[in-house]
């Protein structure tokens, strides 16, 4: 075995959750690389420069904000655990966020990173079912929601013997869903109680500079404590000898050997890459993926008036359906984003204005369309998503908008599969999740989405846990 | 090695571990976990720290040795001075 190609561990990928496994690794001596088929790292939470301006994919908004001085929640136990200092990340706080509902966004609940808010909402809007709402929360609370072999229990069935109002019901799964779940109509309640900490007990907050910040911070700490990382290569194969991976072949053919793999890929990617016939049939891709739209605007949002919330979460039907469409968009239900609405404090601001829209998408119906094609439905499509969205904010005048964009720009479920290697640009994987990250292979281990602790935060956390349950904790 | 130097040795853990904990007024007879925030995994932590920094093992069966600032003393002074003497 020639020793310059042997890695005590071999992750699969740069973005949050194989950083995070990375730095862990690195830091107490292990010999890691990170392989990343992509020109730059941050997988699903990335940026890309079109235009000499830099747009943030993925990050929205940080989830489970908490303020300094707060100890046990996700936060805290990342910052620790990546030797991290919060001021690094400069993380400044939303103003305030939404949820609105019915055509027009007639029921409409604030929330802010102060949880009493939305309680105080639901109490005014939603009268007999406060009561239940409590409940539930204090039922959240007390979840062991990082237990690494719960059993899975239906989170609509947990709610339901609480809010018994499907307009409520809804309301609460409408973030919960958009900002996390794989699975369609419904979650695991523990993947509900992640979400449903991270975005209302917890909060939000950003970077000024967004995703990059963080992404920044996490390559100075990887390089600091001796990570090696190989760009534009990914893994092609994982080779199986007798029920461990044996070797591993890159795009560029060379062939390296780790006595562990960590893959952030998914699990059906990694499962594509494996060479052994099991026999068994094929994991599932998840069915979810997205569009969003991003317009750059030549003025602050809140001169056009909307300068009042950072996230709305959206929804004009009856019912909220959390689905694969069977149209290329469904623009019904929605998330908007405005990353100027975030407290930079007095002297820094976004020099232009953002307003994000993010809406459910089915991949099959972009994935074969021509090229002209596939640019005629963008544009035609991003015109119904912003339409729809616009229905959530105050009013501004068609031509005002006109008036104020900059540039525009879209990404699609292709987008997602292309840069990022998801299949059928599943953004949150697999239905499946598979806490303890095992694969059919003794010595390859998950992290990442499909290991199932979501957001930032959770890809982060995830990252982390597979390196010490995996490998540190047992060397 | 002293008892007290083996002390500052652990101190010196814990506020690199958890920098946003006051470590000033530490009781070195009382449970770490009673006056600190420290989950299992800040616990897994000062291990692997120990082992990085100065070479020492702690087996999991050992792990309630570090309980207190007194016991880690009484635990880990012998484990330092056979690897000084060893050294």
Known sequence: ?475 | MTKEECKKVVLDIIADIAPDEDLSNVKPEVRLRDQLQLDSMDFLDIVMELRKRHGIEVPEADYQQLASLDSCADYLTPKFLALAAKG
């Open chain 1, 1 to 475: 075995m020639n020793a310059s190609n042997h890695y005590d561990v071999a992750i699969i990928g740069a973005g949050m959750s194989g950083l995070a496994a990375g730095i862990r690794l690195a830091h107490f001596g292990k010999k890691v690389c990170i392989f990343e088929r992509h020109n730059a790292v941050g997988g699903l939470n990335s940026f890309y420069s079109m235009g000499g301006r830099k747009f943030d994919v993925g990050l929205h908004a940080l989830t489970n904000f908490v303020r300094p001085g707060v100890k046990g929640t996700p936060l805290t136990k990342l910052l620790r655990q990546l030797r991290i200092d919060r001021a690094e990340f400069a993380l400044c706080e939303q103003k305030q966020s939404r949820v609105a509902f019915g055509p027009e966004g007639e029921t409409s609940l604030r929330f802010t990173n102060d949880f009493s808010v939305f309680e105080s909402e639901i109490a005014a809007q939603f009268p007999e079912q406060i009561d239940g709402f409590r409940r539930l929360v204090t039922k959240v609370r007390a979840f062991d929601d990082v237990s690494l072999d719960a059993a899975p229990i239906s989170a609509r069935a947990v709610v339901r013997e609480h809010i018994t109002d499907p307009l409520l019901e809804d309301m609460l799964f409408c973030p919960v869903m958009y900002y996390g779940s794989a699975q369609e109509h419904d979650m695991e309640f523990g993947q509900f109680v992640i979400m449903f900490k991270a975005l209302f007990l917890e909060g939000f907050a950003r970077p000024l500079d967004g995703v990059r910040v963080i992404l920044r911070v996490l390559l100075d700490k990887y390089r600091q404590a001796g990570g090696e990382r190989r760009m534009k290569c990914g893994v092609a194969k994982i080779i199986a000898h007798a029920g461990r991976a044996s070797a591993l072949i890159l795009d560029s053919d060379e062939e390296i050997t780790a006595t562990h793999v960590i893959s952030s890929i998914g699990a059906p990617e990694t499962e594509r890459l494996m060479s052994s016939a099991t026999g068994k049939p094929p994991l599932t891709p998840g069915r979810l993926s997205f569009v969003e739209t991003i317009t750059i605007l030549n003025r602050q949002p809140a001169d056009l008036g909307w300068g009042g919330d950072t996230i709305v979460f959206f929804n004009d039907s009856p019912r909220f359906d959390y689905e694969c469409p069977e149209e290329p968009v469904d623009a019904r239900s929605g998330v908007i984003c405005i990353p100027n609405n975030f407290d930079y404090g007095t002297d820094l601001k976004l020099s232009e204005g953002i307003f994000r829209v993010t809406c459910l998408a089915r991949y099959d119906r972009w994935a074969t369309l021509p090229e002209d094609a596939y640019q005629a439905a963008k544009r035609a499509w991003f015109a119904t998503v912003q339409r729809s969205a616009r229905r959530f904010v105050p009013t501004v005048a068609d031509d005002a908008l006109v008036e104020a964009t900059l540039a525009t720009d879209m990404f699609t479920p292709r987008t997602i599969t292309k840069f990022t290697g998801h299949i059928g640009g599943a953004i949150y994987g697999a239905p499946v999740k598979h806490r303890q990250g095992r694969t059919e292979l003794e010595n390859v281990y998950l992290c990442g989405t499909d290991q199932g602790f979501l957001g930032i935060i959770g890809a982060m956390l995830s990252g982390i846990s597979m390196a010490n349950y995996h490998i540190l904790q047992k060397s």
